[in-house]
């Protein structure tokens, strides 16, 4: 069984930085497509950034570009979102998934796999 843990969130000022990590259990980490998602309260689930299984492709979603940067560490079984310059609309509860098919990875949410139970983001004006 696969298990997802994130941790890193908290309440952070508008400017301010957060690094979420997110620790899978199993031996097929290094295999995995691995993603970001956030759902702020009232509105949908939606991709933030992604990072294939070797860690040589990225992908963000326009709104965080420039600002969100996502590594992996597969020896840790860890994926990594920093956060910088972050604003009130980042906040939200912050998800990490993997996708088996381990390549570029998906903005879809059907194409991941596992997912974490979230950690939440506050971003204070």
């Known amino acids: 069984q696969v298990q997802l843990v994130e941790s890193g969130g908290g309440l952070v000022q508008a400017g301010g930085s957060l690094r979420l990590s997110c620790v899978v259990s199993g031996r097929s980490f290094g295999s995995y497509a691995m993603g970001w998602f956030r759902q702020a309260p009232g509105k949908e689930r939606e991709f933030v950034g992604g990072?294939?299984?070797?860690?040589?492709?990225?992908s963000y979603t326009d709104s965080v570009k420039g600002r969100f940067a996502i590594s992996r560490d597969n020896a840790k079984n860890t994926v990594y979102l920093q956060m910088n310059s972050l604003k009130p609309e980042d906040t939200a509860v912050y998800y990490c998934?993997?996708?088996?098919?381990?390549?570029?990875?998906?903005?879809?949410?059907?194409?991941?796999?596992?997912w974490g139970q979230g950690t939440q983001v506050t971003v204070s004006s």
């Open positions: 998934a993997a996708d088996s098919d381990g390549g570029f990875p998906s903005s879809r949410m059907d194409e991941y796999d596992f």
């Open positions: 990072i294939s299984w070797s860690g040589a492709q990225t």
